[in-house]
């Protein structure tokens, strides 16, 4: 292929339907016009605007905003700046997507991604294909010349977690690394990568050619580590959101992969409880003395699960939330809602919306709108009868989220409980979540989604817990790079020699 052709066909690649790409020109004026937007909705709506930051730091970053929208020239410029805007917040909550537009032409993207999938482990970033131009397990040292580290800096905006917690952006990276790289350096033909092989300190350099947005995900869908990955990160079905297995006489092990098994008026709901209840009694009429709760791939889900559970697992009178707050009486900026009703029907849809709000939120406080004590997220729950009196082991991984974190966090505030892994993106003392809101920006169409309820969970305080931390396990157990390669499960390991030392 000549020179001209390869020229002609790169050029074309880059072309997408008109007005559709995001390396498309967007102009200053409407960057202004939806920063100007952007701002005075998180001011009006966001109750976790000052949760992990101050007043003062959030006028500098839109100041900085301001300035580099005088340097900016594209679509994709200005949405990197409100990705930014976003993760400095801290809600693992928070979400800025481009519109289904933008989506369907950068998934027809043929070239420009990085083609391997990576894994932290180790304190490194590895390559984790056993199939490619890197040999598996090799350290990138750096790619186009930028040291990998700054390359992560400037990706982790993308993957917003709790306060300044970074072990669950390592997650995202670790999916959408290409993607990530794509969104923050541009269309990239080719890559210089320089590595290190495993036990060597000598550098190696390779020129690896760009692969399309679909080939990415072929490639990690077939990464390495698969097989050990799906402890966390598993195709869930009915069938694999909860287990109970007694390892010995001493010791079972409670798995709950997720907590979406709907509410109070659902089957999956009940079948959950009954489930809880059998295994306790069962676990209870044995003598278990060790439990080990394995949480490492639970995300979240649905009120009361989470409680439910606990109750098996505590000896104290609880309640979900300590307070909970919005900033608003009735839904703020409602012209910019990113509505998917037809516009007669809204009105209604908000109206109901608002209703709800003043009924859960009807304590004014210093300009907030706080729950009273007859709401459910305040009810006083009690100690199932069958709860869980012996050693308890928490695992836990930065996969913890939303109602996940509130449960792990409940867990490792227990006297009688040991916690080991890693720590969580979900917050030990609280998040922003419960209900979302998606606006949509005026001018670029890019939505924004963050959950308005500001609670503090009801958990104790602990000299090893930050407010602006995830949940910090009491033994810091990662996956070592042999157990990487073997497929071991370090943490799952590391527990039951703990439990075996414990019990000499």
């Known amino acids: 292929m000549t020179k001209t052709l390869s020229l002609i066909l790169f050029l074309i690649s880059c072309v997408t339907v008109l007005g559709q790409s995001i390396d498309d020109p967007f102009s200053r004026k409407k960057m202004r016009k939806d920063l100007e937007v952007f701002k005075e909705i998180r001011l009006k709506a966001n109750s976790g605007l000052y949760k992990y930051r101050t007043e003062q730091q959030i006028d500098s970053i839109y100041n900085w905003a301001e300035k580099e929208i005088e340097k900016s020239s594209t679509y994709l410029d200005f949405y990197n700046i409100i990705c930014q805007l976003t993760d400095f917040e801290g809600s693992l909550h928070n979400d800025t997507d481009f519109p289904s537009k933008y989506w369907k032409n950068l998934r027809k993207e043929s070239f420009g991604y990085f083609p391997y999938p990576i894994k932290w482990i180790d304190g490194k970033w590895r390559i984790n294909y056993e199939k ?115 390892l010995n006489e001493s010791t079972g092990v409670l798995t709950i992969y997720t907590f979406s098994m709907g509410n109070e008026t659902t089957d999956e709901h009940k079948t959950y409880s009954k489930f809880l209840d059998s295994t306790f009694l069962d676990i209870k009429t044995k003598g278990i003395k060790n439990l080990i709760i394995d949480v490492r791939q639970n995300g979240g889900g649905t009120d009361p699960n989470d409680l439910v559970t606990y109750s098996y697992l505590t000896q104290r009178n609880f309640q979900e939330n300590r307070e909970a707050w919005v900033s608003f009486e009735k839904i703020p900026l409602i012209r910019y809602i990113d509505f998917w009703l037809p516009k007669f029907l809204r ?129 810091d157990v990662s996956q070592t790079y042999q157990d990487f390669i073997d497929h071991k499960d370090t943490q799952m390991e590391y527990t039951l020699e703990l439990i075996k030392n414990n019990e000499k």
């Open 347 to 475: 009105p209604i849809f908000v109206g109901k919306y608002n209703k709800e709000f003043q009924e859960e939120f009807p304590l004014v406080k210093n300009g907030k709108f706080y729950q009273d004590d007859n709401s459910q997220d305040h009810l006083v729950r009690e100690p199932n009868i069958n709860a869980f009196k012996g050693n308890i082991y928490i695992i836990v991984s930065p996969a913890i989220a939303s109602a996940g974190s509130l449960f792990a966090a409940m867990v490792a505030g227990n006297e009688n409980t040991l916690t080991i892994g890693e720590e969580t993106m979900g917050g030990y003392y609280g998040h922003n979540g419960h209900t979302p809101l998606a606006y949509k920006l005026p001018k670029s169409k890019i939505e924004i989604i963050f959950s308005v309820v500001n609670l503090e969970q009801d958990v104790p305080k602990k000299s090893n817990q930050f407010y602006n931390r995830g949940i910090i396990p009491d033994f």
């Open 132 to 246: 490619g131009e890197i040999p598996l397990g090799a350290e990138i040292i750096s790619i186009n010349q930028q040291q990998i580290s700054k390359i992560i800096q400037n990706l982790y905006k993308y993957y917003s977690t709790d306060g300044i917690n970074t072990t669950g952006k390592r997650i995202g990276l670790r999916t959408h690394f290409s993607r990530y790289y794509r969104w923050n350096y541009g269309l990239t033909k080719e890559f210089e990568v320089e590595y290190k092989l495993p036990n060597s300190n000598q550098v190696y350099s390779k020129i690896i050619k760009s692969v399309a947005y679909s080939n990415y995900y072929k490639n990690f869908n077939t990464r390495y580590s698969k097989t050990y990955d799906q402890i966390y990160y598993a195709d869930l079905d009915e069938n694999k959101k909860y287990k109970y297995e007694q």
